[in-house]
């Protein structure tokens, strides 16, 4: 409790001084702020070149600011140290029965919230001139929702593009004017924004969703390792790599050609579902389901209650989900019965939308056909699959 007291005490006298000359606080923001609004207007239509992850720079920018003002500021976390010194000030405190240690964890930890507040500063600045963070805290594959018949094999897979806009929230809710995958985040994340998402999914297909389940990246790569891998013939050619599952991990890699199957492990797997080089948000959500299907038909009870071990360390620290415990054992059952020549497919894509939002161009759903193609997909799939809007995955994969 010393040690904590003292500490407390020389950030305040740390504060005290930074205030005594808000010069300071003025040059700590100055530069940050003349890199994020020089250069995200200097270079606006650079992501148009494709390999940013986004369309808008800014959105780029914005992190990589942050970390950099982070890194400038600890390179001068000494210097008051360093004035202290010369002024004997250190001296007088080694004469006062305040702890060593909080003589130099006070200037760490006040370096940690200086930038901390920086930070804070620079994404409120960022998120008004235009920067987006859609997914919050979590890195989304894609919105997928799974319709699963009891006793028939049959299922649906409906891929829902992450960048919709004025989707309802609930069935006479007000339109969500952001991007559908920025809900989760605006909603303040866990339980809550994922329950947000899946009532906004449910609105907009005109079902019930009785479950959610969020896997964040370093989830899916351990699910697959666990799973025992899963088998892919592949049907485009994929040299890419993507963003990683981790931070201070290598950046996944993949190198595949059409016509072969592999068996994808881990990152590998999330490099094949994650990569969009040479193709669009919609070729690769294709892919994904595609993965999906595979990946529950290829499903083996023994074995995941073989590995269960690893299933179970994986679900509890990276997969979020409202599923009842007592419910799993049946789910699993089901998923492990899905035939892929009788499970649906079915992006909605350039189809599908009324028009396009006039503040960031984001698709506007249609609604009506939208909901039309589900209803069908659930109760008369043999009907939709002749009109050429759905494919079998088996078709499709």
Request: with cysteine.
């Amino acid at each position: 409790m010393k040690l904590l007291s003292d500490t407390w005490f020389l950030i305040a006298r740390q504060a005290r001084n930074l205030l005594r000359e808000p010069i300071w606080i003025a040059l700590l923001l100055i530069q940050p702020m003349v890199w994020l609004v020089l250069y995200s207007q200097l270079f606006t239509k650079l992501p148009t070149l494709g390999g940013f992850g986004t369309t808008s720079y800014i959105t780029f920018l914005m992190p990589g600011i942050v970390v950099m003002n982070a890194f400038f500021g600890a390179t001068w976390s000494g210097m008051s140290m360093i004035d202290d010194l010369d002024r004997k000030v250190v001296e007088r405190f080694l004469a006062t029965p305040a702890s060593r240690l909080a003589i130099v964890l006070s200037q760490i930890v006040r370096s940690a919230i200086t930038a901390a507040i920086q930070a804070v500063i620079i994404l409120v600045v960022a998120l008004v001139l235009g920067a987006r963070v859609h997914s919050g805290f979590v890195g989304w594959l894609t919105i997928i929702l799974a319709a699963v018949q009891h006793g028939t094999g049959r299922a649906a897979a409906f891929g829902v593009p992450r960048n919709l806009a004025q989707v309802p929230l609930g069935p006479k809710g007000t339109p969500f004017k952001e991007p559908i995958n920025a809900l989760y985040g605006r909603s303040g994340g866990g339980e809550t924004g994922a329950r947000n998402l899946k009532q906004a999914v449910s609105a907009l297909l005109g079902v019930r969703v009785d479950y959610y389940a969020l896997v964040n990246l370093v989830g899916f790569a351990d699910l697959v390792d666990a799973l025992g891998g899963v088998e892919i013939l592949v049907k485009e050619r994929l040299h890419d790599e993507v963003t990683r599952a981790a931070w201070g991990e290598p950046k996944p890699k993949i190198d595949v050609v059409p016509g072969h199957t592999y068996r994808f492990y881990g990152r590998e797997a999330l490099a094949y579902v994650r990569s969009r080089k040479d193709s669009s948000d919609y070729t690769r959500m294709a892919r994904q389901r595609c993965f999906l299907s595979a990946m529950a038909d290829q499903l083996d009870p023994v074995r995941a209650i073989r590995n269960f071990g690893s299933l179970a360390k994986t679900i509890e620290s990276n997969v979020h989900t409202d599923i009842p415990l007592n419910r799993l054992p049946s789910l699993v059952r089901l998923v492990s019965s899905v035939d892929s020549r009788k499970t649906l497919t079915v992006t909605f894509g350039f189809d599908y939308f009324f028009g396009r939002q006039k503040s960031g161009n984001y698709p506007v759903p249609a609604l009506g056909r939208i909901r039309s193609t589900v209803r069908r997909a659930i109760l008369t799939p043999e009907l939709l699959e002749q009109t050429g809007k759905a494919k079998t995955a088996t078709q499709a994969c």
